[in-house]
């Protein structure tokens, strides 16, 4: 459970004795509901961590709107975007182990997170991860009713594959831009969960189970 959940419950659980006490027990009902809801909002389950090498996690959960190729300064990059509804975790992950290299806020609108122009609109925080030679982009980006996106980390932090780093509150998108080569794994409409779906894989995606024993008996009639 992320802390901001207590909060938000135990002003509304306040106000529900306080309306109770004024009025009636029926009319605290709302806030009470509402405090409930807060709870299961902020709720922040232990996930399996994929450990397979190069490989890419997503970064909240939720579904994916968008698989598409951009130039980000005339050089090819892969985008996945992920939209997170009220119904979805918000606590987001790390999509790789590394070094956090930039971490950069920008100000701007609170379009629908569905609407394609929230990725360079809308207010969001842009964070650039290096390791193993790799280096990607991953956005938190606010929504129609996001209106606040925490980060936890800062530049120059040593992060793991999958390690919480933040949240958005409420609706909202986030983004991971990769490189052009990167071994994609899901695809539009695919349901996601953060730290623990694979989106890609950078570099040569890890071989089947069933292709490493094929290749291993093959090697042992030689």
């Known amino acids: 459970m992320v802390s901001d959940g207590y909060y938000y419950a135990l002003a509304l659980a306040g106000a529900a ?18 405090a409930a809801f807060f709870l299961w909002f902020f709720r922040d389950p232990e996930r399996a961590i994929p450990d397979a090498a190069g490989a890419v996690v997503s970064p909240g959960d939720g579904k994916v709107t968008d698989v598409s190729s951009i130039q980000i ?3 090819a990059r892969t985008r996945i ?6 119904f979805d975790v918000h606590v987001n992950r790390s999509p790789m182990a590394g070094v956090i290299r930039e971490v950069r806020y920008q100000k701007g609108e609170f379009l629908n997170a569905m609407n394609p122009a929230s990725a360079e609109h ?22 129609l009713l996001a209106r606040r996106i925490v980060f936890t980390k800062k530049v120059g932090d040593l992060i793991q594959r999958g390690e919480r780093v933040g949240l958005i509150k409420f609706g909202s998108r986030v ?3 990769l490189d052009a080569s990167a071994n994609l794994q899901i695809k539009v409409g695919d349901r996601v969960k953060g ?21 291993s008996a093959r090697e042992g009639v030689r």
């Open 175 to 177: 983004d991971v831009l």
């Open 122 to 143: 809308n207010e969001q925080n842009v964070v650039t991860v290096e390791g193993d030679g790799q280096r990607i982009v991953f956005k938190q980006i606010a929504g």
């Open 73 to 75: 300064n005339g050089v």
């Open 81 to 86: 975007s992920i939209f997170l509804s009220v």
């Open 17 to 34: 004795v306080l309306v109770g006490w004024l009025a009636s027990p029926l009319w605290a009902l709302p806030a009470c509901l509402l």
């Open 195 to 215: 730290g623990s779906s694979v989106l890609a894989y950078l570099g040569r995606a890890p071989e089947p189970l069933t292709a490493v024993g094929a290749e």
